[in-house]
Structure formats: structure tokens, C-alpha cells
């Protein structure tokens, strides 16, 4: 006796329908006459009404086994069909493909939308609020600098930044880039060394420990 099991067979395209139906769909499409191709694949779709029959009052529901017909068919069955007949690219739509820039960042510490607003800025030089969208994107470019190398930057580094991202076009006056203050300007606090924490009055604990021995130590007066 051969023994035939289920992960040998054909994958069921619609499992609901069950391995009789697309057996029957399959021998549909071995029918070379295409009149009697037609009789037999309403009958199938018979068939497959009998399986939901609680369902026959609803308005699509001989169009959706109409559909399921040419799906578990792989959409190779040439039938005639009371509705229009479904493709693959309708069931499983490719998504299109997104344009994505393939031109490398010169500057990664920056990103692309620091260069963006750079060589937008060069034809606002005239605008009143130039100087102070220049001096954001300077306290911009310390943060990420920071960031990106763990130490502060000087504004020759940022001036010569601007002006490379900018090709020359825009100027900046470092006298007035020297009085900006860094909002963005994050200080390095060094860890403080053992037993060197403050006690809840703020005091070091070491440093009173230090003053009661010294205290200790002094010999009394007569």
C-alpha cells in the first residue's frame, strides 16, 4: 500500500475549501472542450455554495466564488465567467519602488538637512532674520559634533564647516558666532571618586570625618 501524506501533496491555495475542490479545479483545466469546460466549472461552483449555504443571500456571493475559482486555480483556468476575471497582480500587488538617493553624506555628524538649509540660506543673505537662522545651525553643529566626536568644537571648526557645506557662499562673522551662547552645549560632569559623596546636608562625608579627628586629636586646654 503507498502511502500518501498531506506534506507530500499540493499546497491548498484555500485551505476552507478542503483538497476535493481543487482536485476538481484542477481536473477543469485538463478539459479540452471548452463548452464542457464551462458546464463542469459551474458546477464546481455549486459545489462550492453548498459548503456555505448560509451565505447564498448576501449580493457578492457568487462573485467571490467566482474569484476563489481562478485562485485556486493559480489563475491558469480559461473559463467563461459571469464576472470579471481576477489576476495575480490584482491579489498580490507589487508596491512600487521609492527613489532613494544614492549620493553619500560628506559630513554624517551633520546629516543632510544641515547641508540642505546651508545652500538654502545663500539666497537669503538679505533676509533681516539671516544672521540669527545662521547662528541656530552653528549651536546646531556643536551638539552634533559633540556628539559625534565626544568633544566641544571651537568656531573656526564651524565657520570652516559652513563655508565648505556652502562652497564659499555664505559668510559668517565669527565675532558675532563667539557671543552666542550654546543652548544645546551639554558639560562634562567628571564622576566624583569613592567616599567623595555628598551626604544629604551637602557636605563631604570624608571632610567631616577629617574635621572630628582633627578635633579628636586636639589636646585640651587648662
Known amino acids: 500500500m503507498e502511502k500518501n501524506y498531506n506534506y507530500e501533496r ?10 476535493h475542490i481543487h482536485e476538481m479545479i484542477d481536473y477543469l483545466s485538463t478539459i479540452e472542450d471548452r463548452d464542457l469546460r464551462n458546464r463542469q466549472a459551474r458546477a464546481v ?3 462550492m455554495a453548498n459548503i456555505n449555504p448560509m451565505l447564498r443571500d448576501s449580493t457578492d456571493f457568487y462573485h467571490k466564488l467566482w474569484d476563489h475559482l481562478f485562485i485556486m486555480s493559480d489563475f491558469k483556468l480559461d473559463v467563461d465567467s459571469p464576472y470579471p476575471i481576477p489576476t495575480s497582480a490584482q491579489l498580490y500587488p507589487v508596491p512600487e519602488k521609492l527613489p532613494y538617493p544614492a549620493k553619500q ?4 555628524q551633520y546629516g543632510k538637512i544641515v547641508q540642505r538649509m546651508i545652500r538654502s540660506l545663500e539666497s537669503m543673505k538679505d533676509h533681516p ?8 545651525i552653528a549651536r546646531y553643529m556643536r551638539t552634533k559634533s559633540y556628539e559625534y566626536n565626544q568633544e566641544h568644537p571651537n568656531n573656526e571648526n564651524i565657520i570652516k564647516e559652513i563655508k565648505n557645506m556652502s ?3 555664505i559668510d559668517v562673522d565669527e565675532v558675532a558666532l563667539n ?5 544645546y552645549k551639554q558639560h562634562f560632569s567628571a564622576r566624583p571618586q569613592k567616599g567623595n559623596y555628598p551626604n544629604r546636608n551637602g557636605k563631604n562625608k570624608n571632610n567631616k570625618k577629617n574635621n572630628g579627628r582633627q578635633r579628636y586629636m586636639r589636646p585640651k586646654q587648662q
Open 10 to 19: 499540493k499546497k491548498l491555495l484555500l485551505p476552507e475549501y478542503g483538497r
Open 167 to 169: 562652497e564659499n557662499g
Open 45 to 47: 461552483i455549486a459545489v
Open 129 to 136: 532674520d539671516f544672521e540669527e537662522t545662521i547662528g541656530n
Open 179 to 183: 557671543n552666542l551662547k550654546s543652548d
Open 105 to 108: 553624506i560628506a559630513r554624517k
